[in-house]
């Protein structure tokens, strides 16, 4: 069983276009969250969610809309798509993120902008 | 603005060689350093130092955390081809005004291992 699962794998849209990338995570972790790697390989984390609370939001455009349905599943929403939105999407999960402890990744979102 | 730096970015060697990848941290609120290794898909965990001067060993791979430089490393012996990998550092923060963790990551090393 995937622990942390993201749909879809692959992604590619028009600029100006609408999408959603799904996350749900079957690990009963109450901590969610969306990182975008960039081209160079950089992990840079957008959203965290805890219980479905928004916790963290870092300086993302509007643009980029998350819902938390229930503590399982963080979806991430992107309007009016552009180039620069072109990356790998990363969605993981935590437990207790008040203490020390890892968190696990879905297989990534690569999502292309054309 | 928390910061986590890595380095060297990019590193080749040939199997059997042994490693060092560095990571620096400036963050407020430091309550662990994270290693991850990315393959082609998911950063996978390796090992969480909350404490300083233990060594967390696996296998050939093994790292300490000096909190009062504020930095880590990461060592791999008798590397093989499949260590090449991006190793990412990431260090576990409280989120501004709540209890909240965050996970800070650095840029990554990009390891090849030739045969």
């Known amino acids: 069983d995937t622990a942390v699962s993201q749909t879809p794998k692959y992604l590619v849209t028009q600029m100006g276009n609408d999408k959603s990338i799904k996350c749900e995570q079957n690990?009963?972790?109450?901590?969610m969250y969306w990182y975008k790697q960039d081209s160079k390989k950089f992990l840079k984390i957008m959203f965290s969610?805890?219980?479905?609370?928004?916790?963290i939001n870092e300086t993302v455009p509007n643009r980029f809309s998350p819902k938390s349905p229930d503590k399982a599943h963080l979806n991430l929403h992107i309007n009016s798509l552009e180039l620069g939105d072109s990356a790998v999407y990363f969605c993981?999960?935590?437990?207790?993120?008040?203490?020390?402890?890892?968190?696990?990744f879905g297989q990534g979102t690569r999502l292309t902008v054309v | 603005e928390d910061k986590v730096v890595q380095s060297p970015l990019s590193l080749v060697v040939h199997e059997g060689d042994t490693v060092t990848l560095n990571c620096s941290y400036e963050?407020?609120?430091?309550?662990?350093l994270l290693w991850y290794k990315q393959e082609k898909k998911a950063p996978t965990f390796l090992f969480m130092l909350?404490?300083?001067?233990i060594e967390k060993k696996s296998g050939r791979l093994s790292s300490i955390l000096d909190k009062k430089e504020l930095f880590s490393i990461l060592n791999i012996t008798a590397t093989q081809t499949g260590d090449s990998a991006i190793y990412l550092c990431?260090?576990?923060?409280?989120?501004?005004?709540?209890?909240?963790?965050?996970?800070?990551f650095g840029q990554g090393t990009i390891l090849t291992v030739h045969p």
């Open positions: 993981a999960s935590s437990q207790h993120t008040s203490r020390n402890t890892e968190a696990f």
């Open positions: 690990l009963g972790h109450d901590t």
């Open positions: 969610y805890n219980n479905k609370e928004l916790i």
């Open positions: 963050v407020t609120n430091f309550r662990s």
């Open positions: 909350t404490s300083s001067g």
């Open positions: 990431a260090v576990l923060s409280r989120a501004g005004g709540t209890s909240y963790g965050k996970l800070t």
